[in-house]
């Protein structure tokens, strides 16, 4: 018995042994002579191709609606083209440690092309280079990388406050006692809408700033934030960075008339301006997409066939308030959450059918 | 014991062998999953060899010193806090130096993070109070010394040393050799202090069996705070190392936790037992590898992303099971 058990020891580790040594050997024999003849395939086939293409995306925030609804928009415009055979998604949380390790396993993939909302601006631009030198497509969106060739899809941030802050004061008649309500210190986004923000506020001069908060882009913090402020404080007008309806929840909670509120194009936001208008509630959402996703996918395709594509594209928000119901109809989706982001059309970019082929969040294939 | 007295009956080298089956193990299902991985991409070359190389560093680096520690008798949770540290002093002060400030900023880097662990040890000694919550308390320190250092990303360090640890100077693409070696010398030199010199074993001792380590004569707490400090000096590395590969510091508080979180699982698969004493820490080397190579595989294998979390954390569950089930086995049989 004993005995035997040995034999089957040694057999087995002789068989490990083997299987090292074929682990082993095998990435040792195998580089040098294919890479370079790779990198050439990939530069020469790549404009000869039509379609059939392979799209790697990259996102390191999970669990935020948002992210989640841009990469359901670059599943269906994906779709929607019938250019796409296959959409590889790499997500997970990281920094830019995990983004650069996602974006080598994708280049490794032999991708055509990569839709990646980046974590930084320069740490990732190496990577993407060595990507763009083996023929590949990147398109960064969201937010912009400094890479050599890549493309960027953004969304234009300061003129999202802009836009908003000047329609609220002007609905005041340029007079009043407004909130601002902002989103994260620090982060990008928020410094460049604050800065919108102040733009436009230079050219009220009786618009009196009377509180500013960070919601965090938290929906209960914002609503505690607001409802603290509208029961203690004279508010004549609010604008928000994005937490919207919970706001108007605390006016009809507290019991007070509604003021004048900015918000986004967030589903519970575009009903409540609907519904509410009736009661009083006068206000504007300024449009955020995700779908942003979408246009950096047609973005990449434009590119990949050969029609060269702007680099840097912005993307100006529209803005719906209370008395554009048709706007606001169109943009309403009743089977959808009250975060999801209902201005999912980005015309000339996207040929999917609205909420519905997002929300369903089919890639080819799936 | 019937194992045992096998074993002595059999060839020296066969007894190493058999002894360190768990890590032979670890690097056999290492040498699979690369082979799997060629399987599953169109090329296999230098660039994937250099990829997997570098960005299996941070967590080698990690997991060595957690190893060294866990088989000391202690566990550490304020690593991974130890390489935000490292990371951002070096992505703040190394940024537009020369490469010989760089290299002192560097070695200063592992001499002083090193010492400070070493602190974090004589405390443990000290007040008797455990391992786990004095490492966690000094997480939380060396977490928010790490964002008073360097408030948001930023930073940068020297082409030479981002070529060091991931063989090209601009962190992408070069040759695998530096990391590589960068990665296999330290692992093969701690391990064989650790299993051949005299303070390497009187780790295993105090791990082993603290009171008879003790009435053996060996200082035990020495050995602890040595196991302290060396953690503390891979927790540098692997904080230089991330310098080298982003180009960029990272203070994010996420970053430290989830390096902790993966480097106990990387010890806990590399056949290292919790309870100390027993492990050879060459296995961490592979795992550290495996656990990075997973997400990659399991994504060119088509598994939604949202679900590779989750097929990762049962395979972990499953080896270990495997692990437990082959020990009850042994322990049946004799």
Known sequence: ?366 | MTNALAATRTHPALRALLRNSWVLGVWLLLGALLLWYTTLIPVFGPFQITSITKNSLPLVYLAIGQAIIVIAGGIDLSLGALLLLSNVIAARFMEGQPVGVVAAIGLALIVGIALLNALTGYIINLSGVPDIVVTLATSYIWSGLALWILPSPGGGTAPEMRWLFTGSPSGIGGSYWPPLLMMLIPGLLVALWARTSRPGLTLYATGSNRTAAQLAGLNVRRAKILAYAIGGAMAALAGLAMVAITGTGDPRFAVGASATLNSVAAVVLGGIALTGGVGNVFGVVATGVTLIMLNPILIAMGVNSNNAQVIQGVLIAGVMMVGGLSAVLRERRS
């Open chain 1, 1 to 366: 018995m004993k005995h035997r058990s040995r034999v089957h020891v040694v057999g087995m580790l002789l068989l490990v042994l083997a299987l090292l040594v074929a682990g082993c050997a095998a990435p040792v024999s195998a580089p040098a002579a294919p890479a370079g003849g790779a990198a050439d395939a990939a530069a020469t086939e790549a404009p000869a191709k039509e379609g059939g293409f392979t799209i790697g995306v990259s996102n390191t925030l999970v669990g935020n609606g948002w992210r989640e609804q841009m990469i359901c928009a670059i599943k269906a415009q994906a779709t929607a083209s019938g250019l796409v055979d296959r959409v590889i998604v790499v997500n997970r949380n990281g920094g830019p440690t995990e983004q650069i390790a996602d974006l080598e396993g994708l280049i490794s993939q032999g991708v055509d092309a990569i839709i990646l909302n980046p974590t930084d601006r320069e740490g990732l631009n190496a990577v993407i280079e060595a990507a763009i030198a083996q023929g590949i497509v990147v398109v960064a969106v969201d937010q912009a990388v400094t890479a050599e060739g890549a493309y960027v899809v953004t969304n234009d941030q300061v003129a999202y406050a802009r836009i908003g802050a000047e329609w609220l004061f002007e609905t005041l008649g340029g007079k009043g006692k407004v909130v601002e309500m902002r989103g994260i210190d620090g982060v990008p986004a928020d410094t460049d809408r604050h800065n919108g923000f102040m733009e436009a506020l230079a050219n009220y001069p009786d618009i009196e700033i009377v509180a500013q908060t960070f919601t965090g882009w938290d929906p209960s913090t914002g609503a505690q934030q607001a409802l603290d402020l509208i029961t203690t404080t004279e508010v004549d007008g609010i604008w928000t960075s994005g937490i919207d309806y919970p706001v108007v929840e605390q006016f009809q909670a507290a019991n007070v008339p509604f003021v004048p509120i900015v918000g986004a194009d967030n589903n519970g936001f575009v009903k409540q301006l609907l519904e509410l208008a009736d009661e009083g509630l006068v206000g504007a959402a300024v449009t955020n997409p995700p779908a942003i996703g979408a246009v950096g996918l047609a973005i990449a395709l434009d590119a990949l066939t050969g029609k060269n594509p702007e680099r840097v594209t912005m993307l100006t928000p529209e803005l719906f308030d209370t008395s554009n119901v048709e706007g606001l109809q169109a943009l309403y989706a009743p089977d959808e959450q009250v975060g999801w982001s209902t201005y999912v059309n980005i015309p000339p970019y996207t040929s999917y059918s609205g909420s519905a082929d997002v929300s369903a969040c089919k890639a080819p294939g799936e």
